[in-house]
């Protein structure tokens, strides 16, 4: 039987250059976009990667399902890359949220009924996870574990949140970051509810990265870059061997942490290149 890895959100950006790392077995893609995910596999053989594509849309449970079911026929599940994702600039707060948060739950629920000993979840989380003042998570996290068990409960209470700010981006903004956390700590959750099958998770969060989604941000979260060590944007590559490193079955003991791989931007923004006077800033009431 062959092994396989499947990466959702594998037609673009970080999802695709992770799949060039994976040179040892079946690599199928997905996405929403039948064309993208086309040209993509091309792209990937071209590489040396054996690579074929299903879509799915990862805010459906049902067509989740359906994409976890068609990998387990193709061959043993060993690594499950959950890249799909939507930013602020993209959509709509719950329509974002619905598919960073709840993909993720249904992309660690129905792959693990057919994952064994020495497989692998790697879900991409962002380091928007880390934007929010630490009071208001730890303030929130009663809620995350109504996820899997009260959909709608867990949802509306996030929206009625983001609802609260007028802006639409910035709503969209505040609901990405809580997707993101959530996304973070959902992982760690699932790393010890199937820790002892031997069912490997861990989560990567991303900085600015010039991906298609990145360059869509730079104008509103643009001022991160020059909170980055070398005051840069990460590359997609860069992030695709990350991701790939990590979710190598050979990393066997990197279970339950979120892996910051954003360039020292979070760090720099809370220590060594704190501006205390952000805030006041970026709501316009001081110059600069
Ligand atoms: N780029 C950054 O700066 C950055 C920073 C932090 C975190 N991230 C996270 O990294 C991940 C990858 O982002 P990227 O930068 O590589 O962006 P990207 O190039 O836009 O890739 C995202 C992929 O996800 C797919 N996708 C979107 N919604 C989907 C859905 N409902 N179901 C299935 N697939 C879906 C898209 O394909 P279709 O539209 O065809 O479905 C696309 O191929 C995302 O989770 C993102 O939130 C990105």
């Known amino acids: 039987m062959k092994e396989v890895c499947v990466i959702t959100g594998g037609g673009s950006g970080m999802g695709l250059a992770t799949a060039k790392y994976i040179k040892d077995r079946l690599v199928i893609i997905s996405g929403r976009t039948e064309s993208k995910l086309a040209a993509a596999c091309e792209e990937l053989k071209k590489e040396g990667v054996e690579a074929i594509y299903k879509t799915c849309d990862t805010s459906s449970r049902a ?3 359906e994409l976890a079911k068609f ?4 061959g043993v599940i060993k690594q499950v890359i959950n890249c799909a994702g939507m930013s602020p600039s993209m959509t709509n707060a719950e329509k974002l949220f619905r598919i960073n948060a709840m993909g993720t739950v249904y992309v660690n629920e129905e792959f693990q009924k057919y994952m064994d000993k020495g497989s692998v979840i790697c879900d991409v989380a ?5 934007a929010l003042p630490g009071f208001m998570t730890k303030a929130v996290k009663f809620a995350y574990k109504w996820a899997d068990k009260d959909e709608d409960k867990f949802v509306n209470f996030f929206m009625k949140l983001a609802g609260k700010i007028s802006d639409d981006y ?4 505040m609901a990405y970051s809580f997707s993101k956390n959530f996304v973070t700590w959902y992982a760690a959750k699932s790393a010890f509810d199937l820790g002892p099958r031997g069912i490997r998770v861990v989560s990567v969060s991303p900085g600015l990265i010039a991906t298609a989604m990145g360059n869509a941000e730079v104008e509103h979260g643009g001022d991160l870059i020059k909170k980055a060590c070398e005051e840069r944007m990460g590359e997609a590559d860069e992030l695709g061997y ?3 490193t990590c979710a190598d079955p050979r990393n066997g003991y990197l279970a339950a942490v979120d892996v ?5 931007s979070t760090r720099g923004n809370a220590e060594f290149k ?3 006077l952000a805030p006041l800033k ?3 009431i001081i110059k600069g």
């Open 63 to 65: 067509s989740v399902a």
């Open 170 to 173: 910035m709503s969209a903004g």
């Open 260 to 264: 910051l791989a954003d360039g020292g």
């Open 242 to 244: 990350c991701i790939a």
């Open 71 to 74: 990998a387990s026929e193709q």
């Open 274 to 276: 704190h501006d205390p």
């Open 126 to 130: 962002s380091n928007s996870a880390y």
């Open 282 to 284: 970026m709501a316009g």
